[in-house]
């Protein structure tokens, strides 16, 4: 099979493969459409050790099985037995794995192997591009529930989320999904903020301010982290999902003496990833028609136009060609 491998950074091109071979209680899903993370850009750009080259990236994936079933792929394979995943918190399995590290080469390839519980079917008529948003938008579901919940009760349900890619996004549609009064996005990009106003109907600015009871960085740089702790309320709650670098930027003698409460999160559980699907698919997550679809044959431009700037879309879908 065809499939776009990493092989050094800032290099990715399309090579021929082995077929994938399912293992015992997997399936192979023929790949119909895979989004770009910024996990895969961490890994494009060599950052990221975890996905040495070569390697096949991609984890947020829709396809079909040789039934005919489509499905949506939930990438985080969990052993099943450890006290996180009895308890419901399998994203904290010790032996966790994911699609686009090694063992587990990624969905960017015309096929890809899975468990079959990590497959959610995908009702008819509702498109497998937009089924391939299940993966980041679980992420955001995720985080937004934890932190909604973490607020004390006489807070308004109010968030500032501070940058404007898929997951940023995600995340403000998931709180507004859960509740949330007052959703804010804090994105410099203008050609960003414009898309997500006048595409996603998000109150999106350039800089972030004012003083807010929930704050989501959705970046995870020092800079963003100290915006974070500096415009949080007392006694509010920041979510930490980005992953741009490990150190730097939290006010902690603020936060311990305005008791902020600081949670970071990682990916999402097998419900959530549930609750989120069945969300998308009766349509309270919005019409999802932010994305921007290109062959996988183009992917190593779509990946250079990200570096570069060039895309305003939150997320660029691939798909393989025929």
């Not at 990624?106 to 192997?113: K, N, R, T, W």
């Not at 009766?282 to 136009?305: M, N, Q």
Request: charged share 20%.
């Amino acid at each position: 099979m065809k499939a776009l491998v990493y092989t050094d950074p800032e290099h990715m091109e399309i090579r021929e493969v082995p077929d994938p071979v399912p293992g015992t209680g997997e399936r192979l899903v023929t790949v119909d459409s895979a989004g770009i993370c910024g996990s895969d850009m961490h890994a494009y750009l060599g950052h990221d050790n975890r996905r040495p080259a070569p390697l096949i990236l991609g984890h947020e994936a829709s396809g079909t099985l040789e039934d005919g079933r489509r499905v949506t792929l939930n990438p985080l394979v969990t052993c099943g037995t450890c006290p996180a995943c009895t308890t419901g918190r399998d994203n904290l399995c010790p032996t966790r794995q994911i699609l686009s590290m090694q063992p587990r080469e990624g969905a960017f390839a015309q096929a890809v192997v899975i468990p079959e519980r990590n497959l959610v079917t995908v009702p008819e008529g509702f498109a497998l591009d937009k089924a391939a948003l299940a993966e980041p938008l679980s992420v955001s579901w995720h985080s937004a529930r934890l932190g909604l919940a973490a607020m004390h009760p006489a807070d308004a349900r109010r968030a500032l989320v501070i940058g404007g890619g898929a997951i940023g996004l995600a995340a403000a549609l998931a709180l507004k999904a859960m509740g949330a009064e007052d959703v804010v996005i804090a994105e410099p990009n203008a050609t960003r903020r414009a898309y997500l106003a006048d595409r996603c109907g998000i109150d999106a600015r350039e800089t972030a301010q004012g003083a807010w009871p929930l704050v989501i960085d959705a970046v995870g740089y020092a800079a963003t982290r100290q915006v974070a702790s500096g415009l949080v309320t007392p006694g509010g709650v920041i979510v930490h999902i980005g992953l741009g670098e490990d150190t730097g930027g939290l006010d902690v003698r603020r936060m311990t003496l305005q008791e902020i409460t600081f949670i970071g999160t990682y990916t999402y559980t097998a419900q959530d990833f549930r609750d989120c699907a069945a969300a998308m698919f009766e349509g309270r997550l919005g019409p999802l028609d932010w994305t921007e679809t290109r062959p996988l044959s183009e992917g190593a431009r779509a990946f250079a136009d990200i570096r570069a700037g060039r895309v305003a879309a939150p997320k660029i879908i691939l798909k393989p060609d025929a």
